[in-house]
Nanobody, 123 residues
Framework: QVQLVESGGGLAQAGGSLRLSCAAS????????MGWFRQAPGKERRFVAA????????YYADSVKGRFTISRDNAKNTVYLQMNSLKPEDTAVYYC????????????????WGQGTQVTVSP
């Protein structure tokens, strides 16, 4: 079992920044690909970013490329999502996910999920 706890969500103005964190526990953190997904009201959950076990490879949705940065600290069992140049359309609940995935952008490939953290971006 893996437990994931997100933090860092909140309210930001358009053009601002937030940094999300996801602390993992329960098994060797470095054995899992880590991903961030988001879900806006009335919409399906969508891929945001993912990072490989070593941190050597990162993946981004086109909508966040160049604005968001995913990173991980395997010594701290934590993955981060730095969000810059925020837009109102970034408003959503953000979820951290972990798994030994073959497709980093596919939610179906992840085994464990956090409870989510709300991000709200005002115009």
């Amino acid at each position: 079992q893996v437990q994931l706890v997100e933090s860092g969500g909140g309210l930001a103005q358009a053009g601002g920044s937030l940094r999300l964190s996801c602390a993992a526990s329960g098994r060797t953190f470095s054995s899992d690909t880590m991903g961030w997904f988001r879900q806006a009201p009335g919409k399906e959950r969508r891929f945001v970013a993912a990072i490989s076990r070593s941190g050597g490879s990162t993946y981004y949705a086109d909508s966040v490329k160049g604005r968001f940065t995913i990173s991980r600290d395997n010594a701290k069992n934590t993955v981060y999502l730095q969000m810059n140049s925020l837009k109102p359309e970034d408003t959503a609940v953000y979820y951290c996910a972990a798994g030994r995935v073959g497709r980093p952008s596919s939610a179906w490939d992840y085994d464990y999920w956090g409870q989510g953290t709300q991000v709200t971006v005002s115009p």
